[in-house]
């Protein structure tokens, strides 16, 4: 086993304070791809793919990739729901690699939703 140089010691560090500042909320926005088996099986995995290569590739470190379970319309996946601070989540349907990375650069980097893809704008409430 080869033993730790200071220089690996810093770029582990780095590393990890960037990953508890996204857990504290030092983040501007926040992606779940629903990959529930009906997920699965219409392409998030391909969504996902997608959108970590635009996050590596424009070196993003302040938003968060994630996934969750099945959104409950199975017909209207692959989904995925974005959510920018201070603002309402927006769940997205019938996506593909294409329309993903056009809501990353329109919507997550952006501002902007885009219409064209959104399911609905706000969470829903359980009384």
């Known amino acids: 086993m080869t033993k730790l140089s200071v220089e690996d010691l810093k770029r582990i560090k780095e590393e990890v304070k960037d990953s508890i500042s996204l857990r504290e909320g030092g983040y501007r926005a926040k992606i779940t ?15 996902m793919s997608a959108l970590m290569e635009e996050i590596t590739q424009k070196d993003i470190k302040d938003v968060i990739l994630t996934t969750s379970g099945c959104a409950g319309l199975c017909s209207r996946e692959p989904m995925a ?32 939703i885009v219409e064209k893809y959104a399911l609905g704008i706000g969470s829903e409430t359980a009384y």
């Open 33 to 47: 791809v629903h990959m529930g088996t009906c997920g699965i099986a219409s392409g998030a995995r391909k969504l």
């Open 81 to 112: 729901t974005v959510e920018l601070l201070g603002k309402a989540p927006v769940k997205y349907c019938d996506l593909d690699e294409k329309k993903i990375k056009e809501i990353f650069t329109q919507h997550v980097l952006g501002g902007k």
